[in-house]
C-alpha cells in the first residue's frame, strides 16, 4: 500500500535550470495538493487540484505551474528555479477538501 | 496574516507527563480542526481532528480541545512517551465555506515536542 509517492527524494538545481516534481496516490483520491515546507514558516500550500483536469492557485503560486492529467498524479514545475525556491515540497492528497490529507515522503530540493 | 498560530516553537516535558500543545486561529470560517505529527525527514501524518460542533475529540492518548469562544484549540498527549518526540502542526479549514480557499488546509508553523525520558 503505497498511499502517495512523490518523486526524486532529493534534487539539487542551477539557477534558471526547470525540473518537474512528481506526485502519485494510489487512494483514487480526488484532491491533490502541492506545499513546501520552509524553517519557521510551517506548510504552505502552493497549487491543489480538485479532480482530473482541475488545478487552482494556493497562497504560493508564483514560479510554479501544475498539471492533473490523470486522476492518480499530480505534477509540480519550476519553468526557472530560483535560490528563494530551496525548501522541502510535499505531495498530499484526500478524499475530499479541508479534511485530513495524507502526505507523501517529501522531496528536497535545493536551487544553487 | 497568520490565520493559524502556534506560539510555541519548543515544548520539552518529561516521560510520563501530559504534553499540552496549543493553538490559536483568527478565522471564523474555520470548522474543521486537525493535528499532524511529523518526524524528520518524513512526511506529515495524520494524528487527531475535531469539527467545529465538538468540544473535544480523544483517540487514546491524544485528546484534542476546541474553544470557539476563543478561537483556540489543544492536544493534549498523557501520557507522553519519547516516540512522540515530533514537531506538531495545527491545521484548519473551512469545509462549509465554498468560496476560493475552500478546500485549502491552512497550517500553524509548527511545535516540535521534545519528551524526554
Known amino acids: 500500500n503505497a498511499g502517495v509517492t512523490q518523486t526524486p527524494k532529493f534534487r539539487v538545481l542551477k539557477t534558471g535550470q526547470s525540473m518537474t516534481l512528481l506526485c502519485a496516490q494510489d487512494?483514487?483520491?480526488?484532491?491533490m495538493y502541492w506545499y513546501r515546507q520552509d524553517p519557521g514558516m510551517g506548510l504552505r500550500l502552493i497549487h491543489y487540484?480538485?479532480?482530473?483536469?482541475?488545478?487552482a492557485k494556493g497562497e504560493v503560486p508564483d514560479g510554479y505551474n501544475v498539471s492533473r492529467l490523470k486522476k492518480q498524479n499530480f505534477l509540480l514545475g519550476l519553468e526557472s528555479a530560483a535560490p528563494s525556491q530551496t525548501s522541502v515540497y510535499f505531495c498530499?492528497?484526500?478524499?475530499?477538501?479541508?479534511?485530513?490529507?495524507?502526505f507523501g515522503q517529501g522531496t528536497r530540493l535545493t536551487v544553487v | 496574516d497568520q490565520q493559524v498560530k502556534q506560539n510555541s516553537p519548543s515544548l520539552s516535558v518529561q516521560e510520563g507527563r501530559i504534553s499540552i500543545l496549543n493553538c490559536d486561529y483568527t478565522?471564523?470560517?474555520?470548522?474543521?480542526f486537525l493535528w499532524y505529527k511529523k518526524y524528520p525527514a518524513e512526511g506529515p501524518t495524520f494524528l487527531i481532528s475535531?469539527?467545529?460542533?465538538?468540544d473535544k475529540n480523544e483517540d487514546g492518548r491524544f485528546t484534542v480541545f476546541l474553544n470557539k469562544s476563543a478561537k483556540h484549540l489543544s492536544l493534549h498527549i498523557v501520557p507522553s512517551q519519547p516516540g512522540d518526540s515530533a514537531v506538531y502542526f495545527c491545521?484548519?479549514?473551512?469545509?462549509?465555506?465554498?468560496?476560493?480557499?475552500?478546500?485549502?488546509?491552512?497550517f500553524g508553523k509548527g511545535t516540535k515536542l521534545s519528551v524526554i525520558p
Open positions: 491545521a484548519a479549514s473551512a469545509t462549509a465555506y465554498s468560496g476560493a480557499g475552500s478546500y485549502q488546509l491552512t
Open positions: 487540484s480538485v479532480g482530473e483536469g482541475t488545478t
Open positions: 498530499a492528497s484526500s478524499y475530499a477538501g479541508g479534511v485530513g490529507a495524507f
Open positions: 478565522n471564523s470560517m474555520f470548522d474543521y
Open positions: 475535531i469539527s467545529s460542533i465538538k
Open positions: 487512494m483514487n483520491h480526488e484532491y
